[in-house]
């Protein structure tokens, strides 16, 4: 049946309209629009919210932070990323935003590490690459959130070699602190390295594996109290408990975290590039101190202290924080166990860490009315 002549201007003027799109050919795919994508989503929108990245001065050195939250009304909740110069702030957008809802949330490059290595002269920072100053670091950058978000105390996450300064700033300044929580906590690096050593050797015999079996071998007596752990026995250790599931529950690499880096609105490529640089830079000074750092059986701390823990965790073994927390003394202490996760608890058991956040350690700034008003619920 013939169209209707009456409606082909309409119908003409839509193909018209629609031809200069049609023979556009789309711009192609790349990192920077799935950047731009995921930094559209994630944009925080909420009136009382704050979405800074910035650089602030930290003991003489500029270092990156990004501040993110749906109400400044929340309490501050600082994540010390592990490594060393591992950072998590280009990875943050694959867990923390629902954590937005209830905390201002800070990712903090460290001195050495990601958009931090690559905002300072090396020879500048080295002589602080230490412990110690980091700890230092890490009580500045507390200072520095404390003043500028008008609070009195907050929340410290350490996570991995960031566990190491986050017990240290608890155990140093508890009047920071309304609680601290330990994940991957790192306790007895020398006791850790055996264990991890023990775990992979079990696993290559129990899958017939003889390339790790030789590999392994060859390192001898793992570690060897007489010499220094070197950086490349640590590799072959760490390939090994990795591809066995020890960094994260049921994977066998480290892929899914480095490709994620990719994403990362927070970063351009050279930030991504810096990563490798800072780590190389960091491990050079810090390896030393690392492998054979201890803490103290039976210490007293002064805040409330958690520990997050995956059962499954050979890249900073769970048995070791285990054992030591049993020793020390607390106002409040808790371990909670993640069943289903290794060492990148955060991402294996996202809803589950919320929720232990949300419930355990939140209620601390609640008592304190350090919290944005409760939603009213209306029937």
């Known amino acids: 049946m013939p169209r209707p002549l009456h409606i082909l201007p309409a119908v003409l003027i839509a193909m018209m309209t629609a031809l200069p799109a049609l023979a556009l050919a789309d711009p192609p795919f790349t990192e920077q629009t799935a950047r731009d994508i995921i930094a559209a989503s994630h944009k925080v929108v909420s009136p009382h919210g704050v979405q800074e990245l910035k650089t602030i001065d930290v003991n003489g050195t500029k270092q990156w932070i990004s501040v993110r939250g749906n109400d400044t009304r ?6 010390i990323h592990g490594g060393p110069a591992s950072p998590d702030m280009p990875l943050s957008y694959t867990f923390q ?5 209830f905390f201002t949330v800070v990712q903090w490059d460290q001195r050495g590490a990601g958009k931090t290595y690559r905002a300072n002269d090396p020879k500048n920072v080295e002589a602080g690459m230490t412990v110690e100053q980091m700890t230092n670091d890490a009580t500045a950058v507390v200072q520095y959130l404390r003043k500028t978000y008008g609070k009195r105390k907050i ?3 350490g996570h991995s070699w960031g566990s190491i300064l986050g017990l240290n700033l608890a155990h140093q300044h508890p009047e920071l602190l309304y609680a601290y929580i330990g994940v991957g906590q790192a306790i007895d690096m020398p006791r850790a390295e055996a264990e991890v050593y023990r775990f992979d050797m079990e696993g290559a015999r129990a899958r017939h594996d003889q390339k790790a079996i030789d590999a392994l071998t060859a390192l001898g007596t793992y570690p060897n109290p007489k010499k220094p752990i070197t950086l490349q026995e640590i590799g072959v250790v760490r390939q090994w408990s ?3 599931g020890g960094l994260a529950f049921g994977r066998d690499g480290f892929d899914f975290d480095a490709e994620a880096w990719q994403l990362a609105p927070e970063y351009d490529d050279e930030d991504i590039n810096a990563i490798g640089k800072g780590s190389t830079f960091s491990l050079e000074h810090l390896l030393p101190a690392l492998t054979t750092y201890r803490f103290a059986d039976g210490m007293t701390f002064e805040c409330p202290i958690f520990l997050f823990e995956g059962r499954h965790d050979e890249t900073v073994p769970d048995v070791v924080a285990a054992d030591w927390f049993k020793t020390i003394k607390a106002p409040a202490k808790e371990l909670v166990w993640f069943e289903d996760s290794a060492h990148m608890v955060m991402q294996e ?3 589950r860490f919320l929720d232990h956040l949300v419930h355990d350690a939140r209620p ?3 008592a304190a009315g350090d919290v944005a008003p409760a939603d009213v619920v209306e029937h």
């Open 74 to 79: 929340n309490p501050v909740l600082l994540f």
């Open 97 to 101: 935003q629902p954590w937005e809802d």
């Open 364 to 366: 601390y700034a609640v």
């Open 155 to 157: 929340f410290v996450i």
């Open 242 to 244: 990795s591809k066995y």
């Open 349 to 351: 058991q996202p809803g």
